[in-house]
């Protein structure tokens, strides 16, 4: 059951195939191509500040798909369905964080290629950058669904939901952005240990969120 | 399908929606076989009746006695609205083990809509959609709420001949309804009978 759900939540979400399209991962390359127009063309500039503007443009990628993440499944009927099938709301929530995940993380750190060439950034610094995107996206998966399972049963939630993510995703952009300036790998890790307890809270903390959305 | 025939008790149930307290002192005990209708107007709990019973929220006091799997029918279908019809419900004949897909989508007149997206059906036709999803699960326990809004006459007494053979096969089925059902040996109550006092002031 839980390999058919995941299934399902890859296809609703993935890039292209599913309703979410590419968007977060279209607006993170357009940030990138627009700010060499806003700075200009110097490359010294661009190289020094270009890995932060590519982690500020994941982080607002990260917000596009929270709208549909769990409202419309709990529109749907679709969570109360499978919790009368025995599934438990955190293992539900644990298989979309890792559809969430799989549909914005992979394709975002792919994105970083072009989006690296035109912000000029290079070698070890670019580096850096990749590894500390892969090791930040699931973090930033992992809030997001908590804030779209928190915010769900909102009228306002979409809205809510991204002035929400920017304060709780501070950790990561501070330590992720901060490995580029300082050039060390040791940041890396503090990002990497947000992320997996962020990973491993949001389940419950989701699955909770969707259990009291019930009750209204 | 289990060892234990199936049975589903109500005891001393009381459900508030908001502030109101919508119904109290509701008990029920249906076995095996036993179909059993809810009547009340809008609004009178028989969806929050459902929802306690299938689990779904805790009752403000009382408790459930649930035993055998559940199937839930109710106005949401739990249907991709994006996906055409036959692939939205073959994800969940695929999650119940449901061999008979086809079958069961025939039985509902559903073959000529399977290329159709959920979105684009008419309300009776998603009703029959969510009943076939029903149909698929197997359980012993139906929980249905107003399986017969939306659907035309053929349809309305295809619901009442399902029932009656859900029961025939061992089944339970409670039935809010503000409609009637054509179920022989069908109990009934009203939601009203169980009111409290003065619930409108």
């Not at chain 1, 590519?54 to 990628?61: E, K, T």
């Not at chain 1, 990497?192 to 959305?213: D, T």
């Amino acid at each position: 059951m839980i390999t058919a759900l995941l299934r399902r939540d890859l296809a609703q979400f993935f890039p292209f195939t599913g309703s979410g399209a590419a968007l977060p991962v279209v607006f993170f390359v357009a940030v990138a191509m627009l700010f060499p127009f806003a700075v200009g063309p110097d490359a010294n500039v661009l190289a020094k500040t270009g890995g932060g503007v590519v982690w500020i443009a994941a982080l607002l990628a990260a917000i596009l798909p929270l709208e549909k993440l769990v409202a419309r499944d709990i529109e749907l009927g679709f969570f109360d369905q499978l919790k009368l099938r025995g599934v438990a709301e955190e293992a539900m929530m644990a298989v979309r964080l890792i559809a969430h995940w799989l549909s914005f993380g992979p394709p975002l750190v792919l994105a970083t290629f072009p989006a690296a060439a035109l912000l000029k950034i290079e070698g070890e610094t670019f580096q850096i950058l990749l590894l500390g995107l892969i090791a930040g996206t699931p973090g930033l998966a992992a809030i997001g669904l908590m804030i779209a399972a928190l915010t769900a049963s909102l009228r306002a939630g979409a809205a809510l939901s991204g002035l929400l993510l920017i304060p709780l995703a501070l950790p990561i952009l501070i330590f992720g952005a901060g490995a580029l300036a300082r050039q060390d790998h040791i940041s890396l890790g503090f990002v990497g240990a947000i992320s997996l307890a962020l990973v491993a809270l949001a389940p419950f903390a989701a699955g909770a969120a969707i259990r009291a959305a019930r009750e209204n | 399908m289990q060892v234990s025939p199936p049975s589903l008790i109500a005891d001393n149930l009381a459900c508030r929606r908001g502030d109101r307290l919508l119904f109290r002192r509701l008990s029920f005990t249906l076995e095996a076989g036993a179909a059993c209708h809810v009547t009340g107007a809008n609004g009178a709990g028989k969806t929050t009746l459902i929802r306690a019973v299938a689990g779904l929220t805790t009752p403000y006091a009382g408790s459930v006695t649930r035993n055998g799997a559940l199937a839930l029918l109710e106005e949401r279908t739990g249907l991709d609205p994006d996906l055409p019809l036959g692939r939205a419900l073959a994800f969940w004949f695929g999650v119940d083990n449901a061999a008979e897909g086809d079958a069961i989508m025939a039985r509902l007149r559903l073959e000529a809509l399977a290329e159709v997206p959920v979105r684009y059906l008419s309300t009776g036709q998603k009703k029959r959609a969510a009943l076939a999803r029903v149909l698929g699960q197997s359980a012993p326990v139906w929980l249905l709420d107003e399986p017969l809004s939306g659907l035309d006459t053929v349809s309305q007494s295809l619901v009442s001949t399902l029932v009656r053979e859900h029961c025939e096969a061992g089944g339970i089925a409670l039935i809010a309804s503000h409609q009637p059902l054509d179920v022989p040996g069908m109990t009934r109550f009203a939601i009203e009978e169980f009111a409290p006092h003065g619930a409108d002031a």
